[in-house]
């Protein structure tokens, strides 16, 4: 049994992360990259100019350049809580976990009632392995916003880290009533409920689950999914 819960959490298990996602946005970034450097000399760039190419570099992994862009559009407008955010993921990325988190929290003191910061901040100590911080961090969202069904989603993830299953469901429940066909969610339901043995319940969360990513076109989750669910009709076979 402890084989099949190791295979089935490898396929399974949901990590949802703050970190820049590499997409066909390469090219685009490249483009806007080469654009900037063009026309710099030709006109004064603002604090948003920078911030926009220090994304950009940050979604080519080039952390110290979007850094570096950062800082400028930090210098031109101190207040720039976005940037301040952006520069700790950088920063984060290059290993310099003091400052990032000196930038997140500062980025929290500029725009103290955004949930989308807390959100932001809860990822962050999610990576790190703080849970419990996370936890606290999400419900801070959902308080100031509770219409997010990602909110809900990301503090079920994290209680489903320190074992909190049935907390857990609670969470992916409200997920779901405010996004019915969150693929993720019935995923990660279907895992709460493995560990819960309520291996029925699963299956028809895995289902579901499996239904979706194929929708959305989103193979890798979907091949995942199938596997998930090949283990669960194992586990749940009659014992000889």
Known sequence: MQKFDFIFKSFLFLSLTCLPILSGRAAN?????????????????TSADFYERGLSKLNLLDYKGAEEDFNKAIELNPNFGKAYLARGKSLKAQGENKLANEDFAYALTLNPDSANFYLKQGQQKELSGDFIAAIKDYSKAINIDDNLPILFLQRANAKIKIGEYRNALTDLDEALIR??????????????????????????DHEEA?????????FPEYTSTIHSINLLRQIMQPKR
């Open 29 to 45: 970034d490249n483009s806007f990259i080469a654009e900037f450097d063009k026309v710099r000399s030709e006109q004064v760039k």
């Open 179 to 204: 996004q019915s066909d969150l693929a993720q969610a019935y995923k990660l339901r279907a895992y709460a409920k493995y560990k819960l043995h309520q291996y029925h319940d699963s299956m028809n």
């Open 210 to 218: 499996k239904n979706l990513f194929q929708k959305e076109g989103n």
